[in-house]
């Protein structure tokens, strides 16, 4: 019996013949490899979703209704992802020709690739599994943002894992799928599929994709208040390429507004002050801000630690011993006890301590096009003369780093300075913080050389506390490699070296060291922002000129800039969104943090937050922070507040309003003078 006969024996007997005849040459045939790797996918992103909704973090998140909600959810936007990931499979389906699909060497190549293409997958799992347990979320343009870079991705995954054994493990469950699907694959390429009623059939599973990218988004799963559900209802392929399309929002379009000249009105009244001396247009925040003292010309080092979140530290009540160094350092400095990171990100901190400007929806400024010229904390520093620097352990390329403070007022000094000699130990993300250290002391002492009385700014980032957590052996009493909790305390070594070091410099005496952290760790949570989780540490020290203190009210990572500019007495012409803690009235305390595409804005013991599709709650912050409890401001003062700071940042960085100028200089050395009508 030929082939065609007996496909065709295997149809039903009843109904006309012609109807049978029809169905053995139909052209849908020729997909069935196609929906057989949509059921693929559906089915290894349920296991997905099974795994994920296994972890303790998730779990006790779930209700009977959430978890309904996140697996129907969940289906449909596998589907979604089914749509865009089979599309090239349809299109070479539609335009294979016939001879060539029944070729038998074809056939094994086409069975190969598939094979390969079905291993993806079961990868693809894997790294959400990764992912999830470092951001607790699914792909997002986070990871749009590594797979720029590679090299450090790959390098931190394969010094993290056993990746070599652990792809070859996942090969087993991808074989396993596939065997017994060959024949059926391999038949369908075999099976009639003539050219018009091919193509026809192409264009209408095509059509799918097409209509989910102008109907279906990202946001549609967002039904919950908890971020677990909304994370756990997605698919991570369809999140991947979605953050690849759309990694920078909007505010105007997305976000909750007000009239502009409005959100601008309370904007400046926020971050003016009382009685300050506006510049420029009303659209904009150019202010001077004067002091009647001569300014300090004290030499400033801000250190910005990797994931230093507060949580680890024994001075905010952790138990476990890991900070001893930073702990003691905090009874010897000015220490600020509620200070809050704008972001989760390395390029959220880089972007509060340099602009002091609030975290804007999608990409970080640091890493957007035109960021060049702008208004920083290295700007106005040069302006008063200061030698200003940038040093960070890693290559400077990462992030854009580089690229960003090289334009806005700083020189950069990056690993590539340091020799190999010099290198006790490094990762893919950068050297020992020691090694990076031992360089900050260097080009401090550089500086002093080459510019004699003039003073230096240097801002030192650090990269130890992050995957893989390794460092130099016997530094302390936890092996390299261990977790997190060793690399906490290795850097907290390294911290007090590099002060017991620079304590033997001439320079030191006329230093102050500001030590706080880029982000926290791990910001998960049950909220929409976890604001706990970011809260950071800082320390001002400096024995000859900065008393010992705590100061307890909230504040923002924004604030640090413009509060160390006021402890040096500086005036200065500002377009910075952040304010002099000690300089503001009773009340006006507040933080800006940032989820991703989530905004928030703390004050008065509530938490307002601002999400697209013009989004905006008002709920009471965690009792175990420790903040004063609510005042009794209106939420509706407090929702317009947080609309206009957001708005007035978005709409005066879209106008080029964040520009370091000509008269930005001249303004900053006038302010020096006690030019200006705002005090301190």
């Not at 050389?449 to 936890?478: E, K």
């Not at 030191?508 to 989780?533: E, M, Y």
């Not at 640090?560 to 009235?585: C, E, R």
Request: hydrophobic share 45%.
């Amino acid at each position: 019996m030929c082939a065609r006969t007996r496909a065709t024996s295997r149809l039903p007997s009843r109904g006309p013949a012609s109807l049978r005849a029809s169905l053995a040459s139909a052209p849908y045939r020729r997909y069935l490899p196609v929906a057989v790797y949509a059921a693929i996918l559906v089915a290894i992103s349920f296991v997905t979703r099974v795994a994920l909704l296994a972890r303790a973090d998730v779990l006790v998140e779930m209700s009977v209704g959430t978890f309904a909600q996140a697996f129907g959810v969940g289906l449909f936007f596998d589907l979604v992802a089914a749509a865009y990931f089979c599309a090239p499979l349809v299109l070479y389906l539609a335009l294979l020709p016939e001879r060539v699909a029944r070729w038998r060497a074809h056939t094994w190549i086409f069975l190969t690739f598939y094979l390969a293409f079905t291993y993806l997958l079961v990868v693809v799992a894997v790294a959400e599994w990764v992912f999830w347990d470092e951001f607790a979320a699914r792909f997002n343009f986070i990871a749009v943002d590594y797979l720029v870079y590679t090299g450090e991705v790959l390098g931190n995954i394969w010094q993290s894992y056993p990746v070599g054994r652990l792809l070859a493990l996942l090969a087993i469950p991808a074989i396993l799928v596939w065997l017994p699907l060959r024949r059926v694959i391999a038949g369908a390429l075999a099976h009639p599929a003539p050219l018009a009623p091919r193509l026809g059939t192409g264009a209408a599973l095509l059509l799918l994709p097409v209509l989910a990218m102008l109907l279906v988004n990202t946001r549609m799963k967002e039904l919950s208040g908890t971020d677990a559900v909304n994370e756990l209802a997605g698919n991570g392929v369809y999140e991947f390429f979605a953050a690849n399309y759309n990694n920078e929002l909007s505010y105007a379009r997305f976000y909750a507004v007000l009239p502009p000249e409005q959100a601008m009105r309370t904007a400046r009244r926020l971050v003016g002050g009382a009685d300050p001396r506006w510049l420029g247009t009303p659209a904009g925040i150019h202010r001077v801000l004067a002091d009647p003292d001569p300014p300090k010309r004290l030499n400033v080092v801000l250190v910005s630690i990797e994931s230093m979140g507060s949580e680890f530290l024994g001075v905010f009540g952790n138990p476990e011993g890991l900070t001893p160094r930073m702990d003691a350092l905090a009874a010897e400095s000015l220490s600020f006890t509620q200070l809050y990171a704008t972001g989760n990100r390395t390029v959220r901190g880089m972007e509060a301590l340099a602009l002091s400007l609030p975290p804007t929806p999608g990409q970080s400024i640091v890493k957007r096009p035109n960021n060049e010229g702008l208004f920083t904390m290295g700007s106005v520093l040069k302006d008063h003369g200061f030698d200003v620097a940038y040093l960070y352990g890693g290559y400077g390329y990462f992030d854009n780093l580089n690229y960003f403070f090289s334009n806005n007022g700083y020189r950069v000094v990056d690993r590539t300075a340091i020799d190999s000699k010099d290198i006790h130990h490094e990762t893919i993300w950068g050297v020992a913080d020691e090694d990076l250290f031992a360089l900050a002391l260097k080009e401090m002492d550089r500086s002093k050389l080459a510019a004699g009385a003039r003073p230096f700014f240097m801002h030192v980032m650090t990269t130890s506390n992050h995957r893989p957590y390794t460092y130099p052996a016997g530094r302390i009493d936890i092996p390299s490699g261990s977790g997190r909790s060793g690399a906490v305390k290795y850097t907290d070594w390294a911290v007090g070296w590099f002060l017991d070091e620079a304590k033997k410099h001439s320079w030191f005496k006329d230093t102050i060291f500001v030590i706080t952290a880029d982000h926290g760790a791990s910001a998960r949570g049950t909220t929409q922002i976890p604001v706990l989780k970011y809260r950071i540490p800082l320390f001002v020290y400096s024995p000859a000129h900065i008393r010992p203190g705590r100061y307890e009210k909230l504040m923002s990572q924004i604030d640090i800039g413009p509060t160390l500019l006021g402890l040096l007495d500086m005036g200065y012409s500002s377009k910075f969104f952040g304010h002099d803690v000690y300089a503001i009235a009773p009340g006006e305390e507040r933080a800006l943090v940032g989820n991703y595409q989530t905004l928030g804005y703390m004050k008065d013991g509530r938490l307002v937050t601002l999400q697209p599709q013009r989004k905006v709650s008002v709920t009471a912050l965690p009792a175990d922070l420790g903040l004063p409890p609510a005042t009794g401001i209106p939420d509706e003062v407090l929702r317009d507040e947080a609309i206009s700071l957001y708005q007035a940042a978005a709409l005066v960085y879209d106008g080029g309003l964040l520009k370091h100028d000509a008269r930005s200089s001249t303004l900053t050395r006038a302010a020096d003078s006690g030019q200006g009508t705002q005090p301190r």
